[in-house]
């Protein structure tokens, strides 16, 4: 049997340094993607239009519910952290409400709305989970969500904020000349 560390934080810091660089280079690549393949296919596009399948894409962050699922993370995380999930739940209804009054007068109201909570959310998300820090294998079955699903909500975030900064004008596209 090992000796016990002299330092009870040494397990969690040792595994938060490689959830820390998989975020960072998940979110390197997702803008990457982003500015590659979304916004060139989104910036053209009415503002309604394109903000239609950011929207859609945020109303699945129910899936952050899955640690509070009993055997889907570790019964010794912080349930500070797991009870966290419920802001993803809100964020998930406001952009379904956001979706359903796109067309209206309050529609750009709604996704601000949406917008802000959402991103709130997830930036909180990120300092609780720095803040209480990870031992290894405590997310489970959930470690793709701050690996993979929270990067490319926070990319897709940025996104939404630029479509509604921007005007609704649609912009002649790129690739085909102007007509006087």
Same mark, same amino acid.
């Given at each position: ?54 929207? $859609? ?6 899936? /952050?519910? =899955?640690?509070?699922? !009993?055997? %889907? #993370?570790? @019964?010794? &995380? ?53 803040? $209480? ?6 997310? /489970?079955? =959930?470690?793709?969500? !701050?690996? %993979? #699903?929270? @990067?490319? &909500? ?27």
């Amino acid at each position: 049997m090992p000796l016990p560390s002299p330092h009870p934080n040494e397990h969690r810091d040792a595994s938060a340094s490689p959830l820390r660089n998989q975020r960072r280079l998940q979110l390197h690549c997702l803008g990457i993607v982003a500015a590659q393949y979304l916004w060139p296919e989104l910036r053209d596009k009415p503002r309604a239009q394109a903000l239609r399948p950011l929207l $859609v894409l945020h109303s699945f962050r129910f899936i /952050g519910l =899955a640690f509070l699922v !009993p055997g %889907v #993370v570790s @019964p010794e &995380l912080s349930a500070t952290f797991a009870g966290g999930c419920i802001g993803d739940l809100v964020a998930a209804i406001l952009a379904l409400v956001a979706l359903a009054g796109l067309q209206t007068r309050l529609g750009l109201l709604l996704v601000w709305v949406f917008n802000l909570w959402g991103t709130a959310d997830l930036l909180f998300a990120f300092y609780n989970g720095n803040s $209480v820090g990870f031992a290894p294998g405590q997310l /489970g079955a =959930a470690y793709f969500i !701050p690996t %993979v #699903v929270v @990067p490319l &909500l926070l990319i897709t975030h940025g996104l939404v904020f630029r479509l509604l900064l921007q005007s609704d004008r649609v912009a002649v596209p790129r690739d085909r000349p102007q007509t006087v």
